[in-house]
């Protein structure tokens, strides 16, 4: 688990403070840990399994990302104060998932919550807006070429 991106370079005490102040929850294949339009205040690393973020357009479901161990979901809920959620979380397989709320966020940040995970977290972050920047300019230029025919 500390091989994850989330949590590289933690120290085993610094996980353990981490872990202490986050939940564990266990999630069955099939089970939603959150629907398109709820109001969200929670934040998740996945620790094992597989978690896929779905849309739904037209009755056809689109799996946006599957995520695995190490990735990071629902921050923008988090951050963002209590925006509604964008698309479903759904458990592709077996997992566990560490669950930080908004409130727990800041106790870690007044408890000192190792700089390492902040650092992490801001990659991963950043990774998602450059890989989401990437996808829109294929779009958009797949888009001004089929026009120019």
């Given amino acids: 688990m500390a091989a994850s991106k989330i949590f590289e370079g ?3 005490k610094e996980l353990s403070r981490i872990f202490d102040v986050g939940v564990i929850n266990r999630v069955e294949e099939g089970t939603v840990l959150f629907r398109k339009g709820d109001i969200g205040r929670d934040m998740y ?3 094992t ?3 896929a973020i779905e ?3 037209g009755g056809t479901r689109e799996v946006i990302a599957e995520l695995g161990p190490g990735a990071l979901f629902g921050e923008v809920a988090m951050f ?3 925006h509604q959620r964008s698309a479903d979380a759904v458990a592709r397989e077996f997992s566990q998932v560490l669950t930080l709320s ?3 966020f800041k106790k870690m ?3 000192k919550i190792p700089k390492q995970f902040l650092v992490n977290i801001v990659r991963l972050l950043s990774e998602r807006l450059l890989d989401m920047h990437a996808r829109y300019s ?3 230029s797949s888009k001004k070429h089929e026009m120019e025919k």
């Fill in 55 to 57: 849309t739904e357009s």
């Fill in 49 to 51: 399994g597989k978690i």
């Fill in 102 to 104: 908004e409130e727990t």
């Fill in 10 to 12: 933690l120290t085993k």
């Fill in 80 to 82: 963002g104060g209590s």
């Fill in 109 to 111: 940040l007044e408890s």
């Fill in 45 to 47: 690393a996945v620790l």
């Fill in 138 to 140: 294929r779009s958009a």
